[in-house]
C-alpha cells in the first residue's frame, strides 16, 4: 500500500472506530431517557415544544435530559457522516466498506425517525423497543466495519470445525432472542419513560424467564466458541456475557434501581459488539 495512502487508511478506522463509541454512548442516553422519566421531557418533535425548538426552562430536568439525547443524536449523525466520507476518500478501502458506511448513516437517519415516532405517540411500547434493536443492528454493523478497515487483508474463510460453524451460525439467533426478549421485559416493566405510558401487559416474571433461557444459550455457544478457538475476541464475549447477565441478576433481586438498569443496558450494547466481533474474527482470518 502506498505509504502516502496510510493516513486516508488511518482516519477512515479511527471515524468508524469514533462512529462505534458514539452508537453505544447513545444507547446509555437513551436509557437514561427512559428511565429518569424524561421520555416526553419534550413532549413533540422535531421542536420541543410547540414553541420552541430547544427545552425551555418550564420542562425542567425532564427537558434538559431528552433533548440532550436529542442534541447527542445530531452528533452520532455528523460523526456517521465523517466516517462516509472518510471512507469515501480511502481509495483502497475494502468494497464492502462503502456501502455498509453509507447503510449505517442511513440507518442513523431513520433512528432519529423512530425516536420523533416514539414520542409522537406518547412512548408506544412496540416503538420504543424498534428504537433500540435498531441501535443495537448499527452497533453490530459498525462492529463488522471497523473490522473491515482495521484488517483489510483479511479473506473471509468458514471454521473447518463443523461444531464450530453450527455454533457460530446459532449465535444471532440467541443474540436476537436475548434483545428481543430484554424489551419485552422492559416494556412490561415501571420503566416507561413516563407514568403514563402505555405498557406491553405482559407478565414481566413470566417474559423475563425466556430472556434468561436465552442469554445461557448465547452464554453456552460463546463458551463453546471460546473452547475451540481461544482467542482474546472469544473470552471477551463471554466475560461480557457472564457480567450483563450478574447485573440482569442484581437488578432483579434489588427491585430494578435505575444505575443497575442503566448498566444492564449499555452492556447489552456491549454484548452485540462483542459476540459480532468474536463472529467476524472467526470468519474473517
Same mark, same amino acid.
Request: positive net charge.
Given at each position: 500500500?502506498?505509504?502516502?495512502?496510510?493516513?486516508v487508511r488511518r482516519s477512515a478506522y479511527a471515524?468508524?472506530?469514533?462512529?462505534?463509541?458514539?452508537?453505544?454512548?447513545?444507547?446509555?442516553?437513551?436509557? =437514561?431517557?427512559?428511565?429518569?422519566? !424524561?421520555?416526553?421531557? @419534550?413532549?413533540?418533535?422535531?421542536? @420541543?415544544?410547540?414553541? !420552541?425548538?430547544?427545552?425551555?426552562?418550564?420542562?425542567?430536568?425532564?427537558?434538559?435530559?431528552?433533548?440532550?439525547?436529542?442534541?447527542?443524536?445530531?452528533?452520532?449523525?455528523?460523526?456517521?457522516? +465523517? =466516517?462516509?466520507?472518510?471512507?469515501? *476518500?480511502?481509495?483502497?478501502?475494502?468494497?464492502?466498506?462503502?456501502?455498509?458506511?453509507?447503510?449505517?448513516?442511513?440507518?442513523?437517519?431513520?433512528?432519529?425517525?423512530?425516536?420523533?415516532?416514539?414520542?409522537?405517540?406518547? &412512548?408506544?411500547?412496540?416503538?420504543?423497543?424498534?428504537?433500540?434493536?435498531? !441501535?443495537?443492528?448499527?452497533?453490530?454493523? =459498525?462492529?463488522?466495519?471497523?473490522?473491515?478497515?482495521? *484488517?483489510?487483508?483479511?479473506?473471509? /474463510?468458514?471454521?473447518?470445525?463443523?461444531?464450530? /460453524?453450527?455454533?457460530? +451460525?446459532?449465535?444471532?439467533?440467541? &443474540?436476537?432472542?436475548?434483545?428481543?426478549?430484554?424489551?419485552?421485559?422492559?416494556?412490561?416493566?415501571?420503566?416507561?419513560?413516563?407514568?403514563?405510558?402505555?405498557?406491553?401487559?405482559?407478565?414481566?416474571?413470566?417474559?423475563?424467564?425466556?430472556?434468561?433461557?436465552?442469554?445461557?444459550?448465547?452464554?453456552?455457544?460463546?463458551?463453546?466458541?471460546?473452547?475451540?478457538?481461544?482467542?482474546?475476541?472469544?473470552?471477551?464475549?463471554?466475560?461480557? !456475557?457472564?457480567?450483563?447477565?450478574?447485573?440482569?441478576?442484581?437488578?432483579?433481586?434489588?427491585? =430494578?434501581?435505575?444505575? &443497575?438498569?442503566?448498566?444492564?443496558?449499555?452492556?447489552?450494547?456491549?454484548?452485540?459488539?462483542?459476540?459480532?466481533?468474536?463472529?467476524?474474527?472467526?470468519?474473517?482470518?
Amino acid at each position: 500500500m502506498n505509504v502516502l495512502r496510510l493516513p486516508v487508511r488511518r482516519s477512515a478506522y479511527a471515524a468508524a472506530v469514533a462512529a462505534l463509541v458514539a452508537n453505544v454512548l447513545i444507547v446509555l442516553t437513551g436509557a =437514561l431517557v427512559r428511565l429518569t422519566g !424524561s421520555g416526553l421531557g @419534550c413532549p413533540t418533535w422535531p421542536s @420541543c415544544t410547540d414553541d !420552541s425548538f430547544v427545552t425551555t426552562p418550564e420542562m425542567g430536568v425532564h427537558g434538559v435530559v431528552e433533548f440532550g439525547n436529542r442534541v447527542l443524536g445530531i452528533v452520532v449523525g455528523l460523526i456517521t457522516l +465523517a =466516517l462516509v466520507v472518510a471512507v469515501a *476518500r480511502h481509495r483502497d478501502r475494502p468494497p464492502k466498506a462503502l456501502p455498509l458506511a453509507v447503510g449505517v448513516l442511513v440507518g442513523v437517519g431513520l433512528q432519529g425517525l423512530i425516536g420523533g415516532l416514539s414520542v409522537r405517540r406518547a &412512548l408506544a411500547p412496540e416503538i420504543v423497543a424498534v428504537h433500540f434493536l435498531v !441501535s443495537t443492528v448499527l452497533v453490530a454493523a =459498525l462492529v463488522v466495519l471497523v473490522d473491515l478497515l482495521g *484488517r483489510p487483508d483479511a479473506v473471509l /474463510r468458514a471454521p473447518a470445525d463443523l461444531r464450530l /460453524r453450527i455454533g457460530l +451460525a446459532a449465535m444471532p439467533v440467541a &443474540l436476537a432472542g436475548v434483545l428481543v426478549l430484554g424489551t419485552l421485559v422492559t416494556g412490561s416493566g415501571p420503566h416507561a419513560g413516563d407514568e403514563d405510558a402505555r405498557r406491553f401487559g405482559f407478565d414481566p416474571a413470566e417474559v423475563a424467564a425466556f430472556h434468561v433461557l436465552f442469554v445461557v444459550v448465547l452464554l453456552g455457544l460463546q463458551v463453546g466458541a471460546a473452547i475451540v478457538l481461544r482467542t482474546p475476541a472469544a473470552f471477551a464475549a463471554v466475560a461480557l !456475557s457472564i457480567t450483563q447477565g450478574v447485573i440482569g441478576s442484581v437488578q432483579e433481586a434489588l427491585a =430494578l434501581p435505575v444505575p &443497575l438498569v442503566a448498566a444492564h443496558v449499555v452492556t447489552a450494547a456491549l454484548v452485540v459488539a462483542a459476540t459480532t466481533h468474536l463472529t467476524v474474527r472467526a470468519f474473517r482470518v
